[in-house]
Nanobody, 123 residues
């Protein structure tokens, strides 16, 4: 098992920035692709960004490209999501997730999930 714990969410104004963190424990972090997803009220969970174990492959949803940055510190078993130029439509619960090896955008392909952290952007 891999346990994931997100932090860093909060209430901000449009145009502000936040940095989300997700720390893994349990089974080794090694080899896992890490992804961020989000779910707004009344909407399905959607892919935000993902990064492979080495950081060699990164993928973003079009809606966040150029504003969000995913990174990871494998020595600390932590993955980050830097959220810049936030918009009200970015309001959602943000989840981190882990899957073995391959980068993917489908939440169905991720094996382990955190509990989520709320991001609220006011206009």
């Amino acid at each position: 098992q891999v346990q994931l714990v997100e932090s860093g969410g909060g209430l901000v104004q449009a145009g502000d920035s936040l940095r989300l963190s997700c720390t893994a424990s349990g089974r080794t972090f090694s080899g896992y692709t890490m992804g961020w997803f989000r779910q707004a009220p009344g909407k399905e969970r959607e892919f935000v960004a993902a990064i492979t174990w080495t950081g060699g492959s990164i993928h973003y949803a079009d809606s966040v490209k150029g504003r969000f940055t995913i990174s990871r510190d494998n020595a600390k078993n932590t993955v980050f999501l830097q959220l810049n130029s936030l918009k009200p439509e970015d309001t959602a619960v943000y989840y981190c997730a882990a899957r073995w090896r391959k980068l993917g955008v489908s939440d169905q392909s991720y094996e382990f999930w955190g509990q989520g952290t709320q991001v609220t952007v006011s206009s």
